[in-house]
């Protein structure tokens, strides 16, 4: 995933548009199990903004994840928006920029960052997905639970004695 900046580099204020298909195993490395999976399409700009190259773009693709309600796999389609800024190598440290060398600069690292970050932490297969039941484990989006939900957590029913009897 290299641009070559080289005309680029000439102008401040000069845009460059790019688009990228690559498939996800090539950017994803050695991670196992990643939550995406086919190909993966990048596009976005770079801008010339004088000391500071800065890209902007966003990742679409297809994850494939597993619901933490109910334990049932699901494909989504995702768009992930990514940003990083590339400075040219004058030996000075930047730690919101990274340094490049020539006229190529590399998207590879910052988008594996972006997808890496952009994994959810609580994958849902719908808002409203129900779970499983507790005590059956029957998943109750597809058939109804037939255990009684008045059951009182132990820890709580100091509490029931507080509430005016039905």
């Not at 070559?4 to 460059?16: D, P, T």
């Not at 490395?29 to 890209?55: M, P, T």
């Amino acid at each position: 995933m290299k641009i070559n900046i080289a005309q680029l580099r000439q102008a401040i204020g000069a845009r460059q548009s790019f688009t990228f298909h690559s498939p996800v195993e090539k950017v994803a490395g050695d991670e196992k199990n990643f939550w995406l999976h086919g190909d993966i399409e990048v596009s976005g700009e770079v801008v010339n903004n004088g000391r500071l190259l800065a890209v902007t773009g966003t990742i679409g693709g297809v994850a494939s994840l597993v619901c933490t309600r109910c334990l049932e796999g699901f494909i989504r389609p995702v768009t992930i928006p990514f940003g990083q800024t590339y400075r040219e190598d004058d030996g000075q440290a930047d730690p919101d920029a990274i340094d490049f060398h020539g006229d190529e600069i590399d998207l590879a690292e910052p988008v594996r960052e972006a997808l890496i970050m952009a994994e959810p932490l609580k994958a849902l297969c719908r808002e409203d997905c129900r779970g499983l039941c507790p005590r059956c484990g029957v998943n109750r989006n597809e058939t109804p639970c037939a255990c009684g939900s008045d059951d009182i957590d132990p820890r709580l029913a100091a509490l029931a004695k507080l509430l005016p009897p039905q």
